[in-house]
């Protein structure tokens, strides 16, 4: 069965989103015993891995060679600095709060593209296609059943800076030219690992634990949930979603941020028998509907 170019990219945007609802859930099963900068560490490099044992040695050495701002910037922005705040965000608040404030990526993927990177025209059918996903994302996840104290306010706000950090790297992915996603996922997630080693040795001097320590003290929950981040939820999904950038957009490829926690709702109702609500549904369609407008305008620009 042949799927035109339309339709593969909306099921690997659910892909996506399936695989990242399930991110947040791993996260917080893995901070349990890992500080959050050797979760960081450890799920890159395992990303690394999985990547180079896709490239052949052309690509590879293509890599090598190229030594760009471009992607040192998307190393930082779209690896080390997101997943460093959400893992230690994740110390203090629900993974399903996570999961829904990491939602706002859109919004900043839109306003960056518009005001700062200027990489990609964006319709009104487009931008209205984004507002009713948001809404349609709140209705979703209906914010009056979470309340957040005082203390958690602050590390909710890292998520938001993370969707920032997404957001920004997104945009400079587009940007870059000649190289396939295959070779953006594997350099740039190399790069990240490199540049994520001293904020880990940092780290470990400001927790006064040794190297030592800290792998003794972790748990086998926690080692499988975390090579699974960064088997699937990294390395896998950092391909899908570069792929899907350079296919269709940035703003695209970021409404997968709109179906985080429509999935992460639904991995609860699988595994943990909970119920779906009418809101969930209602908040879903409008997801949908802000989606296909957004593609929708993108055809016609």
């Known amino acids: ?43 890159l490099i395992i990303a690394s891995f999985f990547l180079i044992f896709f490239c052949n040695k052309i690509e590879l050495k293509k890599m090598i060679i190229s030594n760009k701002l471009l992607f040192a910037s998307v190393a930082i922005f779209g690896n080390v600095v997101p997943f460093n705040l959400i893992s230690l965000s994740e110390t203090k608040v629900d993974s399903i709060v996570a999961a829904t404030l990491i939602g706002t990526m859109p919004l900043f993927t839109v306003l960056i593209s518009l005001l700062i990177i200027k990489n990609e025209k964006i319709g009104l059918l487009s931008m209205l296609g984004i507002i009713i996903g948001f809404v349609g994302m709140l209705v979703f996840i209906d914010p009056s059943k979470f309340t957040l104290s005082s203390n958690t306010i602050f590390f909710s706000f890292l998520v938001v800076i993370s969707a920032f950090s997404y957001g920004l790297s997104a945009n400079i992915v587009k940007i870059i030219r000649d190289y396939s996603s295959l070779e953006i996922a594997t350099f740039t997630t190399i790069l990240a690992t490199i540049f994520a080693l001293p904020v880990l040795i940092i780290n470990s001097f400001t927790l006064e634990k040794s190297f030592l320590v800290i792998l003794t003290n972790i748990s086998l929950k926690s080692l499988i949930s975390a090579t699974i981040l960064g088997v699937i939820c990294t390395g896998l999904a950092i391909l899908i979603f570069f792929n899907l950038i350079k296919a269709k957009s940035a703003v695209f490829a970021s409404q ?11 991995w609860s109702f699988i595994f943990l028998d909970e119920e779906l609500s009418q809101n969930m549904l209602y908040g879903l ?16 620009i």
């Not at 997968?256 to 639904?266: D, Q």
């Not at 369609?285 to 016609?300: A, C, F, P, R, T």
């Open 1 to 43: 069965i042949k799927l035109n170019a339309s339709l593969k990219s909306y099921l690997a945007l659910i892909l996506l989103s399936s695989i990242w609802g399930s991110s947040f859930l791993f996260i917080k099963l893995s901070v349990v015993s890992m500080p959050p900068s050797f979760l960081t560490f450890y799920r």
């Open 256 to 266: 997968s941020n709109f179906l985080i926690p429509c999935f992460g709702a639904f």
């Open 285 to 300: 369609l409008l997801i949908v509907i802000g989606g296909w407008m957004v593609n929708y305008s993108s055809k016609k």
